[in-house]
């Protein structure tokens, strides 16, 4: 089963989505009496840098009620989360949880998850870890492995099934 | 003598080896004794643009399981290491969430209280080891090495979750390696990040923050760079080529990790200390 199925399960969905509708909801109502746009957050923001994104507006636009725009943009998916703009608020805004709560509304609303996030979740789900163990090549190019290494067998969760059970539920449901 | 469940994570277990090799071999040397545990799973950190609720109940479920053993956890990533300080932090203010997330834990016979202590490498050498006690296993000093230290994000900020180093001007690994003879020094690229979090996604723009970062070591002529962190590492030292193609430049710079440095100043065995599998060109630097 994949994260696209898990998450486009009707009645569930209508829930988690209301969740996140509610904590954005009260992200909206705080943001309204601290943020003063002075703008430390997009100065410090490490994606800004590079791509595009203004964590300042986001702030300003999810005071505004532009919701539904910033879910369906690309630019959320852009942070690096780097907590700068967490760290450097003068007012506590900590644009970096807005952003969050924007980017799991677009997973919970069915929309496409860019990149490899869904393959990390199935990793997680079947295993416990976000990959399994890999070969790495050595200086000169020998191929090893963790056992080759001497290094002992890795920590995973001992009952898989009761672990699968636990998180599909919560990927499925909200707790 | 000092002792914690190893809370691997996944990157270093699985393709960092270099850094877990070289925990295992310095620690010890230093009196902490790591003790493996089975059962942990991932921290829930990559998980955090997906579902918030997901990150939240795989750290508290890493932490019962510490609690379980009643042990507290090295935890040598900082991403994992931010997780499950959020986590502790989210439930000790929370009491509706932790009853929710321990309804949950119950099906794996786990509950969560809250009384493990998490360490990270920096501070566990720092504040528990400290710096008089490493400076007593210092066989080769490291005189004349020039250092840019790289903290990672997650282990700095943000410092209203307790973040066991400065925020701003992080100095504890620049002790550490004072201790060891060498010259860490400051340069204005410090605090930026190295691109890892997009690289699931953004691939590119994750390799051009990575190659921009290095670039900048590397022009202003240090011997090598030193990190604490498996996702960092896996930028700069090995995708180094990738990300040099990123910003045009042909990248040569060192990248160690902090254990190494330290088992290469306490004169420990170079292929123990995982010191063939990093791709960066470390031998350049004739240790």
Redesign the interface.
Known sequence: MS?VDLTSMAQSQTELRNEINERLAKLQNEISDYCFQCGKCTAGC??HK??ELEPHKIVALTKRGLIDEMVNSDVI????????C??RCPQ?V?PIEIL??L??MA??SGKQ?????TS??QS?LSI???????E?S???NKI?K?ES?G??P??????AA??Q???T???VE?? | MKKYA???G??M???Q?AY??SI?EVLPLLDVELV???????CGE?????????TL??AARNLAIGEKKEMDLFVPCPMCHFSLSECKHVLSNNNEMKE??N???A??NLAYNGTSEIVHTVDLLHDIVGIDEIKKHVKKSLKGLKLATHYG??LI????IGRPVD??NPQKMESILLALGAEPLYYPEK???C?A??L????E?AL??TG?KLQRIQEQKFDAMVDVCPWCHKMFDSRQNKAGETVATKLEVPVLYLTQVLGIAFAVNKEKL?L????SPV?KLNL
């Open positions: 994260i490490e994606a590079l791509l998916w852009t942070c690096m989360s780097c907590f700068k967490w760290e506590k900590a969050n709560a980017k799991n997973v919970a998850i860019p990149g490899q996030y990390m979740l997680i416990g870890l976000i990959q399994d163990v890999q790495v050595t200086h000169d090893v963790r290494l290094l002992p890795i920590s995973k969760p001992v009952d009761k672990f059970m636990a998180l539920k919560l990927a909200k707790v | 190893l809370y691997p996944c990157v277990p699985t393709e080896y877990e090799l295992r493996d545990t089975n059962g942990f799973s991932c990559p998980m955090k643009s997906v579902n918030k609720m997901v109940y795989l929710r997330i309804g949950m834990l099906s794996e994000c997650h900020r943000p410092s209203e925020a701003e605090l930026d990040c691109g979090p997009i699931a996604n953004l691939r723009s051009t923050k921009q995982g063939n599998l990093n791709n031998n």
